[in-house]
């Protein structure tokens, strides 16, 4: 995973360096380290490093400040200024400014080689970032590689995930405003950051990490309701990061009993992702326990069975829709959701409730059935159920 300042902190202990300002940040991430001495510099920054400013490029003292900010706007992690010649000492609007922001200011006496300590800083990423590949890799096999489990279980022990723990997997898709592609590289690597700050770095025992162009989260030893709570979050944060007509599916899977039955979980969470885009349910999250009869349904691997009782339940509607252009498979889908209520149904399809009365009639005489019998309008949902799982 990637690493914290505060873990990188530990690799330069004897160096003097003092935190001045930002403390609540001090567990960001860093994804690299950088000297930036001039404003066209912080263009260069891609997010999630640490800067380090001598001076030596400053014209006049008021223009730290304006460079401090550029490199927060640009959102790395965190500064170190080099006190010394061009700095003599850190002004008080700088350390209110980063106070405010919870941006990390660290103070470094000029005698310090901060050579020295880029070079610290980048072994210690390069080795956070190895090891992060390293996990992905484990849980992309745990999932997707179950008989070779064995192999990578040691592994799993030396990130510190144990095997007897329960495991939970979200899984999270964007689509481009069409609805049918994933969004572009870039702005999956700009979201994965920010899920990683939420969740990797704030939570222990779990791990993110993108698959297929989808993202998935991986949670050990947790509660269902603190998974939503956590995904939420995700949630809230990440939204502002789409264009308007952009989709995001939240889907939280079924706990495992262990790590060998991660890929159920998996499984359960694409479940979830099917029902969601079939139900238009975007921008919302959703677990697999919110199913209801959708589990039993999905549960079902005869094709035969599913398409028999397809058959002999909506299928007459469906057909007779198709060949006379009639809507009734919509009434009925409304009608069944509104509990037979008729003023619903006319509110929300704008029909009249003589209408309505016609059109219940003529679904009754296609399917030969009888709408005011409890039984026929649950075998009814079931069956507009399963035409959604086809």
């Given at each position: 995973m990637a690493i914290k300042i505060s873990e990188l902190l530990q690799s330069i202990s004897e160096k003097e360096m003092k935190l001045v300002a930002g403390k609540k940040g001090i567990n960001n991430i860093v994804r690299w380290v950088h000297m930036v001495e001039h404003k066209d510099i912080t263009f260069y920054l891609k997010g999630q490093e640490v800067a380090i400013i001598t001076g030596i490029a400053l014209e006049k003292a008021e223009d730290l400040f304006d460079l401090v900010k550029r490199i927060y706007n640009n959102d790395a992690s965190g500064v170190i200024i080099n006190v010394g010649p061009y700095i003599d000492k850190i002004p008080e609007e700088i350390i209110k400014f980063c106070d405010e922001n919870d941006f990390p200011l660290f103070e470094s006496p000029w005698h310090v080689y901060m050579a020295e300590v880029m070079r610290k800083f980048s072994y210690e990423i390069t080795l956070s970032l190895q090891s992060n590949l390293e996990l992905a890799g484990i849980f992309k096999n745990a999932i997707f590689f179950q008989d070779v489990l064995e192999?990578?279980?040691?592994?799993?022990?030396?990130?510190?995930?144990?095997?007897?723990?329960?495991?939970?997997?979200?899984?999270?898709?964007?689509?481009?405003?069409?609805?049918?592609?994933?969004?572009?590289?870039?702005?999956?690597?700009?979201?994965?950051?920010?899920?990683?700050?939420?969740?990797?770095?704030?939570?222990?025992?779990?791990?993110?990490?993108?698959?297929?162009?989808?993202?998935?989260?991986?949670?050990?030893?947790?509660?269902?309701?603190?998974?939503?709570?956590?995904?939420?979050?995700?949630?809230?944060?990440?939204?502002?990061?789409?264009?308007?007509?952009?989709?995001?599916?939240?889907?939280?899977?079924?706990?495992?009993?262990n790590i060998k039955c991660i890929a159920k979980s998996h499984r359960k969470a694409l479940d979830v992702l099917k029902i969601q885009k079939i139900n238009d349910c975007k921008n919302e999250v959703t677990m697999y326990s919110d199913l209801g009869a959708y589990k039993l349904l999905l549960s079902i691997d005869d094709r035969e069975i599913i398409n028999e009782y397809y058959q002999e339940t909506i299928e007459p509607l469906v057909k007779y829709d198709q060949l006379n252009g009639t809507d009734y498979v919509l009434v009925l889908d409304t009608y069944l959701k509104y509990n037979g209520s008729l003023k619903e149904v006319a509110t929300q399809l704008f029909y009249h409730r003589n209408t309505i009365n016609y059109k219940l009639n003529k679904i009754q005489e296609i399917l030969s059935c009888d709408l005011s019998e409890l039984n026929t309008r649950l075998l009814l949902i079931l069956g507009l159920m399963l035409r959604k799982t086809m």
């Open positions: 192999l990578y279980i040691p592994q799993l022990k030396k990130n510190n995930f144990r095997e007897e723990w329960s495991y939970c997997l979200a899984v999270i898709e964007i689509l481009k405003e069409d609805g049918v592609h994933i969004i572009d590289k870039k702005k999956r690597t700009l979201i994965l950051k920010n899920i990683e700050n939420i969740v990797t770095y704030n939570h222990e025992r779990t791990f993110v990490f993108e698959s297929d162009g989808r993202f998935i989260l991986v949670f050990a030893n947790y509660s269902e309701e603190k998974i939503k709570s956590i995904v939420e979050t995700v949630k809230n944060k990440c939204m502002h990061l789409l264009t308007k007509n952009e989709k995001m599916y939240f889907c939280i899977g079924k706990a495992s009993k």
